[in-house]
């Protein structure tokens, strides 16, 4: 089973708001990551964790803050957002942070901001 | 500087005409190349690692085959369920995936 599964499929927030992003996998895999895509562009990497630690971060601004609770369970915490935060959010994993080992995508949240 | 070029970035064919899509890059050290397809609005899903020059994996009307320039993914007798972006990456240092900008591939009836 090469699944990773992402909630809320979609979501609308307004610039005050709080909201979270959920990701799970239960591969096993050690290294788990958060994504952005915006429309007609490849994904761009926000952050990295490996064995439940923050190994990258993007220059990411603070309104955005990843949190790994486990090695199975990854959230993104969304706080005053912009509206060109607007995206598809991508989770990600893979066995290991080495470069040999391919990423497993989630179907991604839509996130719209008003 | 560790590049992904895709090319065309899009291309439109007649069920059953086979192409190939094509993937230039430049790396200080392959650790893999990743192709991956991506329909609108969903995560890309994984279809091929190749990790050295010569090496060709397939899967279904797929084929993808590594030189130590390019990555080429063969579509043989496509069909429209075979429409969808595909994705060429790298992984970098073993940190991020850099995506190529993808190749928007049509395939009609």
């Known amino acids: 089973d090469t699944e990773v599964t992402q909630t809320p499929k979609h979501l609308v927030m307004g610039m005050t708001n709080k909201k979270s992003l959920k990701c799970e996998q239960h591969?096993?895999?050690?290294?788990m990551y958060w994504y952005k895509q915006k429309a007609k562009k490849p994904p761009e990497l926000m952050f990295v964790?490996?064995?439940?630690?923050?190994?990258i971060n993007e220059s990411v601004p603070s309104r955005f803050s990843p949190e790994c609770p486990n090695s199975s369970l990854l959230n993104l915490h969304l706080h005053a957002l912009q509206p060109e935060d607007s995206a598809l959010y991508l989770c990600?994993?893979?066995?290991?942070?080495?470069?040999?080992?391919?990423?497993?995508f989630g179907p991604g949240t839509r996130l719209t901001v008003t | 500087e560790d590049q992904v070029t895709q090319s065309p970035e899009a291309l439109r064919l007649q069920e059953g005409e086979s192409s190939s899509l094509n993937c230039s890059y430049t790396?200080?050290?392959?650790?893999?190349l990743f192709w991956y397809r991506q329909d609108p609005g969903k995560g890309p899903e994984f279809l091929f690692t190749?990790?050295?020059a010569g090496e060709e994996k397939e899967k279904e009307r797929l084929k993808a085959t590594l030189t130590k320039k390019e990555s080429f993914l063969h579509i043989t007798a496509p069909k429209p369920e075979d429409s969808a972006t595909y994705l060429c990456?790298?992984?970098?240092?073993?940190?991020?995936?850099?995506f190529g900008k993808g190749t928007t591939l049509s395939v009609s009836s």
């Open positions: 990600a994993s893979s066995q290991a942070l080495a470069g040999y080992y391919e990423q497993y």
């Open positions: 591969m096993g895999h050690r290294a």
């Open positions: 964790y490996s064995y439940e630690k923050l190994s």
């Open positions: 790396v200080s050290g392959l650790r893999g």
């Open positions: 190749l990790y050295s």
């Open positions: 990456a790298l992984n970098q240092a073993g940190t991020a995936l850099i």
